[in-house]
């Protein structure tokens, strides 16, 4: 079982069109992390989220991290080719310096 | 861009062979790890090390071993090779500090191996 549910694990949409992609736990977290992965390179940290309710925006990106720090939102205005990727969240583990990561949702913009 | 290099960058080889990878870092972070990154399975975690000689297993260690001789170097070892280790294999550092209290990671750009 994943620590980390993410949905939907693929996604397809036309330039100019919204769209909000989850990560979801039944466990709570006292941070998030999310992260872009582009082809053949190494995942990029987007945004830390760390508190319950907590809104972050980066430019056209909005992440927001559950009331209850179980769950998490990105929600992109506008989509971009640009913003084609994998979407992955993670959270680090109680005790640990180690992160564990969702299966992430790949992002497909059309122009 | 933090430094950290991962070598070889792709590397295709037969079963019962043994592979070394190898991660470089020059930000003297405490923090290592050694992720494989398969298809439906996001990134998921092989072994970590939290300083020179401390090292601790991850969710998928079996049939891996790591070292780490100096703060700089994280090498990852396949002892024999089998194709259910054909992945993208991702080191990544931190050095744990941030006002938050989260892990934040910087990766290298993947070595991809290929067991035939």
């Known amino acids: 079982t994943q620590l980390l549910e993410q949905s939907p694990q693929f996604l397809s949409i036309q330039e100019g069109e919204n769209l909000t992609v989850y990560c979801n736990s039944s466990?709570?977290?006292?941070?998030l992390q999310w992260y872009r992965q582009e082809p053949g390179e190494g995942p990029v940290l987007l945004v830390t989220?760390?508190?319950?309710?907590e809104v972050k925006k980066l430019k056209r990106l909005t992440f927001q991290f559950g009331d209850a720090r179980k769950d998490s939102s990105l929600h992109i205005t506008a989509a971009q080719p640009g913003d084609t990727g994998l979407y992955l969240c993670?959270?680090?583990?109680?005790?640990?310096?180690?992160?564990?990561f969702g299966q992430g949702t790949r992002l497909t913009i059309n122009p | 861009d933090a430094g950290i290099t991962q070598s070889p960058r792709h590397k295709v080889t037969e079963t019962g062979t043994p592979v070394t990878l190898r991660c470089h870092q020059t930000?003297?972070?405490?923090?290592m790890y050694w992720y494989r990154q398969d298809p439906g399975h996001g990134l998921r975690l092989i072994h970590y090390?939290?300083?020179?000689?401390?090292?601790d297993k991850g969710e998928v260690s079996d049939g891996y071993s790591v070292s780490r001789s100096k703060t700089e170097d994280f090498l990852l070892t396949l002892e024999s090779a089998t194709s259910s280790q054909t992945s993208v294999y991702f080191c990544?550092?931190?050095?744990?500090?941030?006002?938050?209290?989260?892990?934040?990671?910087?990766f290298g750009a993947g070595s991809r191996l290929t067991v035939l």
């Open positions: 990544a550092i931190s050095d744990a500090r941030t006002d938050s209290g989260a892990n934040v990671l910087t």
């Open positions: 466990s709570v977290f006292s941070s």
């Open positions: 989220v760390v508190t319950g309710g």
């Open positions: 993670a959270v680090r583990i109680q005790g640990a310096q180690k992160l564990v």
């Open positions: 930000e003297n972070h405490r923090y």
């Open positions: 090390s939290y300083g020179v000689k401390d090292t």
